[in-house]
Nanobody, 119 residues
Framework: QVQLVESGGGLVQAGGSLRLSCVAS????????MGWFRQAPGKERESVAA????????NYADSVKGRFTISRDNAENTVYLQMNSLKPEDTAVYYC????????????WGQGTQVTVSS
C-alpha cells in the first residue's frame, strides 16, 4: 500500500505562485509513476501533469503548459508541482496520485490540497 500526503496549497492572487509537495510512503518510490490531478467545484477531475519513474519524462495538460512544472526527488520520496502565473481558473482541489511500475491506472491517491486563486 502507498500513502500520499500533499501540502503547499493556499490562497494566492492571480499571477502568483505556489509549490505543491507530495510525500509518498509504503513502497519504493522510484517504482511509482506520479501525477497531479485537480478537481474544481462542479467539474470532473482532470489530469494536470505526470512524471515518469526516473523523472526523465513529463507531460502536461494544455491549460498549464509553460506555467506549471512537475518534478520529483526520489531520494526524498517527494513529487512537486511548481505553479507559476496562476489564474482564477486554476482554483481547485489538487490531488497527488501514484501508479505502479508498468501500470496505466493511478490507484493511489492523496487527500487533496485546496488551491484558491483570487482575481
Amino acid at each position: 500500500q502507498v500513502q500520499l500526503v500533499e501540502s503547499g496549497g493556499g490562497l494566492v492572487q492571480a499571477g502568483g505562485s505556489l509549490r505543491l509537495s507530495c510525500v509518498a510512503s509504503g513502497r519504493t518510490f522510484v517504482w511509482l509513476g506520479m501525477g497531479w490531478f485537480r478537481q474544481a467545484p462542479g467539474k470532473e477531475r482532470e489530469s494536470v501533469a505526470a512524471i515518469s519513474y526516473s523523472g526523465g519524462s513529463t507531460n502536461y495538460a494544455d491549460s498549464v503548459k509553460g506555467r506549471f512544472t512537475i518534478s520529483r526527488d526520489n531520494a526524498e520520496n517527494t513529487v512537486y508541482l511548481q505553479m507559476n502565473s496562476l489564474k482564477p481558473e486554476d482554483t481547485a482541489v489538487y490531488y497527488c496520485a501514484a501508479k505502479n511500475w508498468g501500470a496505466t491506472t493511478y490507484v493511489y491517491w492523496g487527500q487533496g490540497t485546496q488551491v484558491t486563486v483570487s482575481s
